[in-house]
């Protein structure tokens, strides 16, 4: 079922792409040197950030069905994409056409995504075995995550420490998908009991909560581009690491559909980084827009 897994892993993105902007949005324009739980409280009593997390949990019913239909090497790559959807859906919304060189991007992005798809074509995952191993792994990359949240704190510069953050958010997401691929699965042969006694089960809360908490920091430290495009690069290069080693999603690998792999593995990755300073210009512009409107109603 790769079409259905694809279908779906477009509609995960899609999802994602709305719940980044509202809540970046959100995080930006909170109270500085409060402390993540300061901040989280803060940005509990946010309705838009609040609309974000209602969005997220869109984006991860979706993830995990098209987990569930097919391999992560394909999936993780589609999901990443949502700032690609953020374009045109802006542009519906506002009733205009998104600029040229935003669109450039975004045509690079996709195409890269359609060859890297029909280039890789990955086998079926092996999700039973393996156990040790995945427990193993899921364990080395989140304490590498974790060391790189503390040490961000030493961090004075805010795009450095952005980037860490970003970085760490991005380990963490990676092990998001890497859990909620095992986690599915033990729903689907085992049904709850065999779900609620599984190890993917409560690393997945642990990394997922830690994901969102360090993405928010990132988030409030610097503008977007400091820390989207490494949390993209870090978790599909995680994504595709574990689902060639642990659950033996082997691509195809004659030498020129690895080249067009590499290529096109390339080209959306570019193209994610460039489309994160237009999503960062149309940001300033919204909450210019706004700020415009509260001294209008104020005078």
């Known amino acids: 079922m790769t079409w259905l897994a694809i279908v779906l892993a477009l509609g995960s993105a899609a999802a994602a792409g709305l719940s980044t902007s509202v809540q970046h949005h959100a995080a930006e324009n909170a109270p500085r040197g409060r402390g993540v739980l300061g901040l989280m409280k803060h940005l509990a009593g946010r309705p838009w950030w609040l609309f974000g997390q209602a969005l997220g949990l869109v984006t991860v019913a979706f993830h995990a069905a098209a987990l569930h239909y097919g391999p992560l090497a394909l999936v993780q790559p589609i999901v990443i994409t949502g700032i690609v959807f953020a374009v045109p859906i802006r542009a519906a919304l506002s009733r205009t056409l998104p600029p040229w060189a935003e669109m450039q991007w975004v045509v690079v992005t996709a195409v890269g995504l359609a060859i890297f798809l029909v280039a890789s074509a990955p086998q079926e995952s092996q999700v039973a075995s393996r156990e040790r191993l995945q427990i193993m792994l899921t364990a080395i990359v989140a304490l590498v995550a974790y060391v790189g949240i503390f040490a961000s704190r030493r961090i004075t510069n805010g795009q450095y420490k ?59 430290e610097a503008r977007l581009s400091a820390s989207m495009p490494v949390l993209n690069i870090v978790d599909v290069l995680l994504a595709l690491a574990f689902g060639y080693v642990v659950f033996q999603e082997i691509p195809r690998h004659t030498p020129l559909a690895l080249a067009a792999q590499l290529v096109s593995l390339g080209a959306i990755l570019v193209g994610l980084w460039k489309l994160a300073f237009f999503e960062e210009i149309h940001q300033h512009e919204d909450q210019a827009a706004e700020a415009s409107a509260s001294d209008q109603r104020a005078g």
Not at 162 to 176: E, R, S
Not at 192 to 209: F, K
């Open 162 to 220: 952005a980037f860490t953050l970003g970085a760490a958010a991005g380990l963490l997401f990676g092990l998001v998908a890497v859990t909620l691929k095992v986690t599915v699965h033990d729903l689907a042969n085992d049904g709850l009991s065999g779900m609620a006694t599984s190890w993917a089960t409560y690393a997945l809360v642990i990394v997922g909560l830690s994901g969102v908490a360090t993405n928010q920091l990132a988030y409030h």
